[in-house]
Structure formats: structure tokens, C-alpha cells
């Protein structure tokens, strides 16, 4: 079986952090901070208990975790 890596289109688009815009301007109309939680996954549901309990989904999603 032989496994490709993808698109040359794709590549680029990675190598290139262009899959990085949507998230970019989601902080650029307020959608989303530079630093704070990441959005779950629809599937995480032990993770979205958790930050209901600390109350960690009270913030904006972030584009990066805080250190």
C-alpha cells in the first residue's frame, strides 16, 4: 500500500502557515484571542466537562495555550 503525503497545494499551504488566516481573523473581528484556550473537538466531551468546572469556556478561544 502506498501512503502519499498529500497535495503539492497542500504542502505549500502548510509550509506557508496560509491554514493559520482563518484563525487570524477570527482575532482580527473578536471571534478569538491571541492567547487562551484552545476550541475543542465536537468528540471531547471529558475536556469540555473539565473547563466547564474551572470555567475555562467563560474566555474567547485562543490561537495559543497560555505557558
Keep these: 500500500m502506498v501512503v502519499t503525503n498529500g497535495t ?3 504542502k505549500f499551504i502548510r509550509a506557508h502557515s496560509l ?3 482563518p484563525q487570524i481573523w477570527d482575532i ?3 471571534n478569538m484571542s491571541v492567547i487562551g484556550p484552545r476550541p475543542g473537538l465536537w468528540n471531547q466531551d471529558l475536556l469540555t466537562a473539565e473547563r466547564d468546572k474551572y470555567g475555562a ?3 474567547r ?3 495559543m495555550m497560555e505557558a
Design 28 to 30: 482580527f473581528i473578536g
Design 19 to 21: 491554514d493559520e488566516l
Design 61 to 63: 478561544p485562543g490561537l
Design 8 to 10: 503539492s497545494a497542500g
Design 57 to 59: 469556556n467563560d474566555v
